[in-house]
C-alpha cells in the first residue's frame, strides 16, 4: 500500500511543479495606483446666450448686454458662495508670450450662488461686453471666478474666448429639435455673402445662425435688454412648454421694438397659439389641411429668380405629389398675406417688429434643390434688399464674382439690412439744431436715414454717445447741483428770527415775570433758528445731495410695457458711494465715463443680480462738490396703451401726460400737427389737427424739457407713413431706489408713443443667380429670359 502511494506520488509531482510553474509566470495583480486627489470644485466651459448646441459656434456682440451662464459642480462638501464673471476685450497682438498690454474689460458681474454637494449646476449672469475701438485683431474673453462664503475658498475658471461678431451681424436664432433639417441654412447667401473664387476668404457674414440645445432650459435671455444682438428667431417644432415665462416676456417685447419672428408651419403655428406670445400670431390656427398645389404653384412662379430653369422641375414634382400639410385658419385684424404668395405665407406688423407666418414647412421636400430658395429666404421671410451677383473680369485671373444690393448700388452690407431692432434712445439720429432755425437730419443709411449704426457695435449697443443720450448730458450737466436759496428765504428767515429773539422772547419772560432769563434763551433761539433755516434750505448743515433726472420713455403701439431709459446726475458736497436698485429683472445700469475726468471710472462698480428683485448697480462714487452720470434703461409696465382712434387720442396709461403733441405724416410726406395738452391718466382727449411745419411749446418748461420735445417731434425725423404722440411727465417712474437718499430731486420723462409706423417694404426677389454664370462658362445657353 505504501509502494503505490510513492508511485502515484511520483507520478503526479511534475503536474504540481508544472502548475506551480503557471503560478509564477502569471503575474501578481498590480496593486491600486494611487487615485488622483478630487478637486474641489470643477466647472464646464461657459456659455453666451443664444447659445448654439455646437459650442464652436457661440459668439458674442461687443457692446451690447448679453445674458451668459457658468456650469460648477462642487465635488466635497455644500459651498455657498459669490460668482464673479468679466468680459475682457484683448488685442490679439498682446496674446503672444510677451504679456497682455492692450486689455479693456468690462463691469464685473455679481450673484450669489449655492453649490450641494456633487450636483453639476448651471448659473445665468448678465454682463455688459466691452466696446472695442475697432473689430480687426481682437479677442474676446469672459472669466469667472467663485469666492466661497468668508472668502476662505476660491475657484478660478479660467478665460473662455469667445468668436467677436461684426458690427453688421446679428443672431439668426433657431428654435428646434431637428437641427439636421437646417443645415442649409448655415452655408446660405444671405447668411455669408458669396464672393468669388478670390474674394471668399474676405466676405463678412450678415448673421450668426445658433440652434439651442433643447434638453434642458432653452440657452436664450430672459429679458429684451439681452436680446438687442438678436434679429431673427424661427421657432420650428417645440412644444408650448420650451419656454420660461420671463423669455416669452423678452420675447414678445423684442418683436415690438424690431424683432423678426417667422413661425415655421403646423407644429410651430400650434405651439405658439398656446403660450402667452399667442396674440402675436398674423393667423390663429384651427386645423391641418392638405397644402393646395395650385397655391403651391402660384408662389413658387411669382417668387422664381427670373433666370430660375428648377422652377419648371418643383411644379412637375408638386403636382405628382400630394399630401403635403399646411395650416388653416382665421387672420387676425391687421395680418395679411404676403404679395404674390398663394395666401400660403402671412404676415403682421407688431409695433416696429414683425411676424411671418408660413402655412407650410419652409424646409420641406418640394423646396429642396429649387435655385431661388435663398432669394426666396432673403426676400420673403427676411425681407432683406434684393441681391444681384456681378461678374468683374480681370485679364490674368478667372472670373470672380461679388454680391450686389441692387437698389442700393453697394457689395457692402450693413447693420440695417440684417435687423430691424430700434431703441430711440440708443439708436436715433435727431434732428440737429443749424443757425438755430432750421433742422436737418444726419445721413447714415440709403435704406434707414433716421437710424445710427455703429461700424463696431452696429444698431442697438449700448450706448453713452447717441444723439438723445448725448443731449440728456447737456441739459443734465446744466441744470444739476445745489441748489441755491433765493433772496426771499433770506429776507423772511431773518425777519422770524428777529421776531422771535426780541419781542417775542421780551413778551414773554416779562410775562412770567423772569425778564432775566430772557438773555439765556438767546443762544439756544439761536441754534434752532440755524436748524430751521437749514432744513428750509433742504441742506444737512455742511453735506447736501441732489438727484437730477431726465428720462426717454418709447412706447408702442397699442402696447402697455415700454423701453425707459434714463440719464441720471447725482451730486454730492462730499464723497460717497451710490447702489441703485431695480425693482424689476428687466433693467441694467452703467456709470457714464466723462473722458475729461480723471476721477470717472468703472472700478469699483458691480452689477449685481439675483440678490432681490431687481439689478443692482453698486459700487458708484462720487467725490467731493462733484457730478456723477448714470445711464439707467429698464422695461417698465404703465398698465395700459396709448392709442390713436382717429381722431382720439386714448391714454390707458396710470402717468398724466404734459405738453402732449400728436403727430401723423402721410406716405407722401404732408403733415398734421395736433396740440393736446394734458391728458389725464385713463383718459381720452380730442384731435384737431392742422397744417402746421412745427410744434410749438414753452421754452419755460422745468429741465430744459422743450428741448428733447422739439427734437423729437421734429417732422424731418418721422419717416413718411407714421405717426407719433410726444408728451412729458412731471415726474420719474416709481422702479429705481437710489441709496443714499439725495436731499434735493428733480426729473422730466419725455414720452414718445409710437401710434403708427411706416408700411411695410414690398419684398422683391434677386435679380439673378450665380448658377447663370456658371452655366455661360461651362457652354449652357444663356438663362436670361430677355435675350
Known sequence: MLRVRLILLLLCLPLVVGCEGCRQDVAPPEQDKEEEPLQEFSSKPALSYPADSNLGGNGIKPGHWMTAAQTLKSNKADARGELLTQSSVVKSDDLGGGGITNQQDGIQSLRPIVLPKGQQRRFDVRLLTPKPSSIEQRKLYLSSRFVSAGRSTSFDTGRQPFNVMIGQEYFFVILTNRPERFAAFQVADWVKPLRGQYEFQTAKPN??????????????????????STAVVLWDNLGPESLTPQQMTALSDWVRFGGHLIVNGADASDAISKTQIGDLLPLIPTSNIELDPDAAVEMLTNWQVKTDRTTKAKIESIRSQTGRIAVDGKLVDGAEAVPNSGNLIVQRRIGLGRVVQPRFDVTGDWLQDWDSYNSFVNSVLLMRPRREMIESRDPDAESMFSQLYADYGTTASDAAFNTHFRLTARDAVLAVSKDGKSLAVKQTHAMDPYTFSSPVTGIGAWTDDSDAVSLCQEILREESGIEIPDSSLVVRSLGYYLLLLVPINYLFFRLIGKLEYAWLAVPFIAIGGAIWVARAARLDIGFARSQTELAILELQPEYQRGHLSRVIAIYNSLSSTYDFDFKTYDAAAMPMIDSRS??????????????????????????????????????????????????????????????????????????????????????????????????????????????????????????PGSSRLVARIDNTMSDLTITPAANQTAAQTIVLAHLEHAPLPIPQPDVNLLSDFRRVQTGQPSTNDDE
Open 598 to 719: 480723471s476721477d470717472d471710472s468703472i472700478e469699483g462698480c458691480t452689477f449685481k443680480t439675483s440678490f432681490g428683485e431687481g439689478p443692482t448697480l453698486s459700487g458708484i462714487s462720487v467725490g467731493s462738490n462733484r457730478i456723477r452720470l448714470v445711464h439707467c434703461e429698464q422695461m417698465i409696465d404703465l398698465g395700459g396703451a396709448i392709442t390713436r382712434n382717429q381722431n382720439e387720442l386714448l391714454n390707458g396709461t396710470k402717468q398724466e401726460l404734459y405738453d402732449a403733441f400728436v403727430l401723423t405724416k402721410s406716405p407722401t410726406g404732408e403733415l398734421q400737427i395736433a396740440s393736446v395738452g394734458m391728458v389725464p391718466a385713463q383718459s381720452s382727449a380730442a384731435l384737431k389737427f392742422d397744417s402746421s411745419s412745427e410744434v410749438s411749446v414753452s421754452d419755460e418748461l422745468p429741465m430744459q424739457a422743450a428741448r428733447l420735445i422739439k427734437r423729437l417731434a421734429s417732422p424731418v425725423i418721422m419717416p
Open 207 to 228: 448673421y450668426r445662425v445658433v440652434m439651442p440645445n433643447t434638453e434642458n432650459v432653452l440657452a436664450i435671455p430672459e429679458t429684451m435688454l439681452d436680446l438687442s
